[in-house]
């Protein structure tokens, strides 16, 4: 009832129809996250003076960081509050003070208890950063009680600063109470018309407007309308907690057009922050001097790109994980499907794809690939010249599935962008390609990367280059590719013995001649690739497996 009284002086009578809006989506953008942000910030530096009073360094000579100032609660869980903003500043390179509200203990299962902070010591923490620290930005997030919004409020009329986002933490998403109804009269009266832009999920928007139906993005364009007209400069309604959305779209409104974010729902349990991260990073852009659609759009990228990372993390044994904010785990829990980073007996039976062959027998990269792996090849090189660079991409992703499935390691030839895009195994580079060193910078130290050798420097030199395999040939004339010179068996000899890295025969090599090729019998020599004697057959699979039974023959001879 209170509520409904509150709101009733403070809304419109009538809402408006909504506006037509811009839809945005995150397919179209870069992936990269710091693509829109130019502005580096630069790192304090210290000025030493031996044996003297330090002298206070004017502002002019500052290299000044820019700073966001976080009024929040903490997690003992780590996920949200306080510590999600400290490692979002610290991913966005912004630097973060922090003034608590509340300690809670927390976890994966819920909040098993809050310790709210007295507001005469928020009020004196407030003090001692803003007078002290030249913030630029302030993000609120759990503001437990109407004392501390209105200590909160006092603070920053004393100690202006360039913009101030308001997320108004009103439940976890476990569904536990972090504020209670008493803050809602601070919030709408006094913190949102103050607000640069205040960040509502679709329950606290529903909340502040009086439990208002929240089910559509319909809806939530109304509700941003509706609390633009408390006072906030703009409001971005949340919607990742809307029923039955295949998309987590959220609507931006700046109080004349409305903006639909969309991009697509990141299928994880690890969600637990991703509303204090989306809104600290919003500030840390704002801190930068992005505006304000631009901030909200990098830091929509940031959450998303960070819940895909993350996707398969897990920590705790409750419903709502944490996630990575420094985009670091996937590398581990993607390449723990692979038992090792790379086993050299892996060169065996080394199948390479040709999309000719491919076409000419009517078959699609994947089909090829399926039929290889279960005739036995132990490692699969996707060699696609002719193919569409979105298409590619595609096509290797479900091979990568396919050979995941039975434990054998996917490369891409040439192509370190699509190896990036789908996250192979590896890639095999040639000699004109750009160095392997450069592509071991590139892809990081758990990827596979081969390299095709002729001569022994070159064998060498992908030794020192961390290159993990060599390629050696053509072994035999191949039609496979043109003006490639044939070296024989006595060059593939003298590479091998040369190579300090495991090596793989290439080049014309088949049912006839693979069995003279593995019984050369120098150490590093350690499989045969083949393309033509796979691919340009009418049934790769029974090829595969007699070619497999051939190799395996002539390995266990005595050489
Ligand atoms: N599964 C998901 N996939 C992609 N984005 C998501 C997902 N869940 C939430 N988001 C995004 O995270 C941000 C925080 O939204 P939301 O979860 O609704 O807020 P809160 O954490 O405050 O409840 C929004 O930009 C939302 O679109
Ligand atoms: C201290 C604190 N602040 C904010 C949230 C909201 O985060 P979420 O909605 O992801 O649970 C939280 N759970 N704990
Ligand atoms: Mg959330």
Redesign the pocket.
Known sequence: MATAQLLSSHLHPQITPPLPSKLITNRFWNCNTDSTNNQTPHFLKMQFQPNSTPTPISESQHNKIPHLLTV????SGS????Q?DLKTCAARRVYCSTVIT?V?A?NTLG?QGVHMVPEDFVAQQLNSVLSDMNVDVVKT??LPSLSVVKVLCQSLRKFPVKALVVDP?M????G?I?AGPSVLAGFREELLPMADIVTP?VKEASALLGDVPMKSVSDMRTAAKLLHDLGPRNVLVKGGDLPNSSDAIDVFFDGQEFYELSSPRVNTRN??????TLASCIAAELAKGSSMLSAVKIAKRFVESALDYSRDLVIGNGA?GPFDHFLAFKNISQSSCRQDRFNPNDLFLYAVTDSRMNSKWGRSITEAVKAAVEGGATIVQLREKDVETRDFVDAAKVCLEICRSYGVPLLINDRIDVALACDADGVHIGQSDMSARLARTLLGPEKIIGVSCKTQEQAHQAWIDDADYIGSGGVYPTNTKANNRTIGLDGLREVCKASKLPVVAIGGIGMSNAGDVMKLGVPSLKGVAVVSALFDRECILTETRNLHAVISEAALLPQ
């Open positions: 929040a609660g903490s997690d996920g949200a509050g306080i999600a509340a809670t927390q909040v997030g759990m933490v439940v976890s998403t476990s536990d972090l999920n969600t637990h922050g991703t509303g204090c709502q």
